[in-house]
Nanobody, 123 residues
Framework: VQLQASGGGLVQAGDSLRLSCAAF????????MGWFRQAPGKEREFVAA????????YYGDSVKGRFTISRVNAKNTVYLQMSSLRPEDTAVYYC?????????????????WGQGTQVTVSS
């Protein structure tokens, strides 16, 4: 299983950015997909998760209303659309996969991880 995250970059506060995560070597529709982030000196934080079909989504409190997770199963890809970005959103963003939706916010329950993509938001 391989997950490849991309789309990070340097943006200004208030800007938008879309992250992508392409999955290889797995039956994509059998996996719940999640996004996490980790800032320097901080623990890994849950950002968003999406069910196998894409019909159910979950968000961390700090991103609700600003970020949107989606997936295109035909492309084996999950996206994270980020809007109204803030300096505190600065972090390395990781995509991850797990088999069931239970404990979707627990990073320890995910079985596969991408390499991370850096998002930096300047004030």
């Amino acid at each position: 299983v391989q997950l490849q995250a991309s789309g990070g970059g340097l943006v200004q506060a208030g800007d938008s950015l879309r992250l992508s995560c392409a999955a290889f070597g797995l039956t994509f529709t059998s996996y719940v997909m999640g996004w996490f982030r980790q800032a320097p000196g901080k623990e890994r934080e849950f950002v968003a998760a999406i069910s196998w079909s894409g019909g159910t989504t979950y968000y961390g409190d700090s991103v609700k209303g600003r970020f949107t997770i989606s997936r295109v199963n035909a492309k084996n890809t999950v996206y994270l659309q980020m809007s109204s970005l803030r300096p505190e959103d600065t972090a390395v963003y990781y995509c991850a996969a797990k088999r069931v939706i239970d404990d979707y916010s627990d990073h320890g329950k995910y079985i596969s991880w991408g390499q991370g993509t850096q998002v930096t938001v300047s004030s």
